[in-house]
C-alpha cells in the first residue's frame, strides 16, 4: 500500500510537469489580455469603465465583466469576448493575444478602425469565431486568417476593407459562415471555399468581385483596352507603350487566374475520389467472413464516387458517406481526416478495432488503404443520430416517449462502461456527444467514432477537440480539460452527462432556449444553477410531463447532474453510471443481469485512471 501510495505521488508530479511543460499560458495573462483591451479602445457608452473592474482578485472575478465569458466560473481564463455594438472606438485590441485559450471573438458594430493586423493569426489562434462586421477596418484582408485553422465563422462584412479576397483562405475547411458583403474587395472570390458559403449575400455590394456565385471572371475587354490605349496617346507614344504593357500584364494574370479557378473547381466535392482510378482494384479488407468480398470500386460506385450528395455527417475525425450496392444493401463509409501515422501504424489499429464488438457499437465490417486514403466500412444505422431525434422535430421524428428515451440511455451507458471497463485494451472514447450515437431501426444505440481518437494528430486529440467546432460541442467538453488537455475516463462521463441531460431536457448543450435571456451559460451550467435553486423539474421535457413518470425522470436527472459535477473526482465511474441507470429501468427488462462485469479496478479507480492520464501523456508528448 505505502509502495502504491508512493508510485502515485511520483505519476501525479510526473503529470504535473510534463503538462506545466507544455502549457505556456495561465490565468494571469488573461487578466492582462482584458486589461490591455480595456486601456487600447474608448470606452464611449461606459460599459466596459462601469463593469471591468480590476481591483478585485478572487479567482474567476473578470468571470463577472460584461462580454467575458469563461471557461469555468471559478477560473480567470477567457473563452469567449462578446463586445458587440458598445461604441467602442479605436484599433483592432493586440492585447487579445495574451488571451491564450480564447475560442470566440465578437467585436462587430463598433467604430473600430485602421487595418486588421497581418499577424491575426498569432493573436486568435486557436478562435472557432471571429466576429469583425460592421466597423471602420480598411485596408486587405489579412492572408494570415488562412492559419487560424479553427475558424466556423469569419465575419467581415459592413467594412471598408479593398484588394482581393486571399486565396489562402481557401483552405479554412471548417468554415460553417462567412461573409464579407458590403465592402470595397475586388478580383476574383476563391473557388476552393465550402461550397456551403458561396451564397451571393456572403459577397453582396462588393463591385468588383467575380466568379462563383456572381459571374465568371473575364479578361479585360476591348473597349478596356481601347481607352486605356488612347488615353495614353496623349501622354506621348512612351507611355502608351507602357500602358499597353500593363494592360496585357492584368490581361494574361486574369486569364491565369480564371484557369486556375477552373481547375481548381470541385462541384461535386470528390476530386479526392477521382484521383483513385488507378487503384480502383485495391481490396477491402473485411472482418466478416460473411460478407461479401468488396474492393474500392464497390465502394466508389456505392457513394456515386463519394459525392458530397451522399455525405450523412461530418466531425473531427472525417466525414461519412452513405453507400448502397447494386444488390440494395446499405452501408456507411467513412472517410477518415489526414493522419500523421504510417500504414503500418494504421494496419495495427484496424487489427485492435476490428476485434472490438458489442451489441451497443456500430459494427466495423472493414477498411480500405488507398494512395493516402484510409476508408472504414460501417454497418448501416437507418435511424441517424440520436441528435437528429432530440432536437431535429419533423413529420418522421416525432418526440420520444419516456420509455425510448430511457432505453437509448441504459444501452449507451452500457456501451461505454464496457469501452471503459471490459475491453481490452480499454478505450477511452474522447468525442462523446449526441451526434456519435446512431440509432438502428430497432431505435438500439449503437456507439460510433469509438477508438478513432487514436489515428488522429496530435493537436486534434488535445485542444482541437473543443475548439474545431465541427461538432459545435463546447458544451461536451469537461472543465478540467482546459487545464490538462488530457483525455480521461472522467472526461467521458463528463460528456456522456451532457447526452443524458439532453435526453432529458430536449436542450441544446450550448444553448438552452427554456432559460432567461440574461442567461449566458451552456446546459450543464444551467442544471447546476437549477438544482441548487431546488428547480430541477423546470428542466424536464415538457413532452415527457405528466405521464406518469416523474419519479423516474427525477432518478434519470440526478444521474446525469452527478456525471456532469466541476470536480472529476466526484463523478461516478461509466460503470456506476450504467448501474444507476440500469435501476431506473429495471421493470422495463431493457438489460439482463451479467451484461457487464464488474471492473476489477472500482477499488482504486483514482491510481487507475492516473495510468490511463500517464499514457496518455506518453503518446503525445
Not at 8 to 37: N, Q, R
Request: glycine share 8%.
Amino acid at each position: 500500500m505505502l509502495i502504491s501510495g508512493m508510485f502515485k505521488i511520483v505519476v501525479s508530479g510526473c503529470l504535473w510537469l510534463l503538462l506545466s511543460c507544455s502549457l505556456s499560458y495561465g490565468t494571469e495573462t488573461d487578466i492582462a489580455c482584458l486589461k490591455s483591451i480595456k486601456a487600447s479602445v474608448i470606452d464611449t457608452r461606459n460599459y466596459l469603465n462601469s463593469s471591468w473592474n480590476f481591483d478585485n482578485t478572487t479567482e474567476g472575478f473578470i468571470c463577472t465583466f460584461l462580454g467575458v465569458e469563461c471557461w469555468h466560473p471559478e477560473e480567470n481564463r477567457v473563452l469567449n469576448i462578446r463586445l458587440s455594438d458598445m461604441g467602442l472606438k479605436g484599433r483592432f485590441p493586440i492585447g487579445l493575444q495574451n488571451c491564450t485559450s480564447i475560442t470566440g471573438i465578437d467585436l462587430s458594430s463598433n467604430e473600430l478602425f485602421g487595418s486588421i493586423p497581418q499577424n491575426i493569426s498569432n493573436i486568435t489562434h486557436f478562435a472557432t469565431s471571429l466576429d469583425l462586421s460592421s466597423n471602420n477596418f480598411s485596408g486587405e484582408i489579412p492572408r494570415g486568417l488562412a492559419n487560424c485553422t479553427f475558424l466556423n465563422v469569419l465575419k467581415l462584412d459592413h467594412n471598408r476593407l479593398t484588394g482581393q479576397i486571399p486565396a489562402e483562405l481557401g483552405s479554412l475547411h471548417r468554415l460553417k459562415e462567412f461573409s464579407v458583403a458590403n465592402n470595397l474587395l475586388s478580383g476574383p472570390i476563391p473557388s476552393s471555399f465550402n461550397v456551403n458559403i458561396f451564397s451571393v449575400d456572403n459577397f453582396a455590394n462588393n463591385p468588383g468581385l467575380c466568379g462563383k456565385p456572381f459571374d465568371s471572371c473575364l479578361p479585360t475587354s476591348k473597349k478596356t483596352n481601347t481607352g486605356i490605349i488612347a488615353g495614353a496617346a496623349i501622354g506621348g507614344v512612351t507611355i502608351a507603350a507602357i500602358g499597353v504593357s500593363i494592360g496585357m500584364f492584368f490581361y494574361y494574370r486574369k486569364m491565369s487566374v480564371t484557369r486556375k479557378m477552373k481547375k481548381d473547381d470541385d462541384p461535386e466535392g470528390n476530386k479526392w475520389a477521382k484521383s483513385l482510378k488507378g487503384v480502383k482494384g485495391t481490396k477491402v479488407s473485411m472482418f466478416e467472413k460473411s460478407i461479401s468480398k468488396m474492393r474500392l470500386s464497390d465502394l466508389l460506385k456505392a457513394t456515386n464516387n463519394f459525392n458530397k450528395e451522399n455525405i450523412i455527417g461530418s466531425g473531427r475525425t472525417g466525414s461519412v458517406y452513405k453507400a448502397v450496392l447494386e444488390d440494395g444493401t446499405p452501408f456507411m463509409v467513412k472517410r477518415l481526416q489526414d493522419s500523421q501515422h504510417s500504414e503500418k501504424e494504421f494496419l495495427s489499429e484496424m487489427a485492435t478495432l476490428g476485434s472490438v464488438k458489442h451489441p451497443n457499437l456500430v459494427p466495423l465490417l472493414g477498411f480500405c488503404v488507398a494512395n493516402k486514403e484510409r476508408l472504414l466500412v460501417y454497418k448501416h444505422m437507418s435511424n441517424g443520430t440520436l441528435h437528429d431525434h432530440i432536437h431535429i422535430a419533423d413529420e418522421i421524428r416525432k418526440p420520444m416517449e419516456w420509455h425510448l428515451r430511457l432505453k437509448i440511455g441504459i444501452r449507451a451507458a452500457k456501451g461505454f462502461a464496457w469501452l471503459h471497463h471490459n475491453c481490452n485494451p480499454r478505450i477511452i472514447h474522447r468525442n462523446i456527444s449526441s451526434k456519435c450515437i446512431l440509432l438502428d431501426a430497432d431505435f438500439e444505440p449503437k456507439i460510433s467514432d469509438f477508438g478513432l481518437a487514436r489515428l488522429m494528430n496530435p493537436i486534434d486529440t488535445h485542444l482541437s477537440t473543443f475548439v474545431n467546432g465541427e461538432f459545435g460541442d463546447l458544451g461536451y467538453v469537461a472543465p478540467e480539460y482546459t487545464r490538462t488537455l488530457v483525455a480521461t475516463p472522467k472526461g467521458d462521463v463528463f460528456s456522456f452527462g451532457i447526452v443524458l441531460l439532453e435526453l432529458v431536457t430536449g436542450e441544446k448543450p450550448t444553448h438552452v432556449a427554456k432559460a432567461p435571456e440574461s442567461f449566458k451559460g451552456n446546459l450543464a451550467e444551467w442544471i447546476i444553477q437549477l438544482s441548487s435553486n431546488s428547480q430541477l423539474h423546470d428542466a424536464v421535457d415538457k413532452f415527457l410531463v405528466g405521464k406518469g413518470v416523474d419519479n423516474e425522470i427525477f432518478q434519470f436527472l440526478k444521474v446525469a447532474c452527478s456525471c456532469v459535477l466541476p470536480t472529476a473526482k466526484e463523478r461516478p465511474t461509466m460503470f456506476e453510471v450504467y448501474q444507476l441507470l440500469r435501476a431506473i429501468g429495471e421493470k422495463y427488462h431493457f438489460t439482463t443481469d451479467d451484461e457487464i462485469l464488474m471492473p476489477s479496478d472500482t477499488g482504486d479507480t483514482d491510481y487507475m485512471e492516473e495510468l490511463i492520464v500517464a499514457r496518455e501523456v506518453k503518446e503525445n508528448n
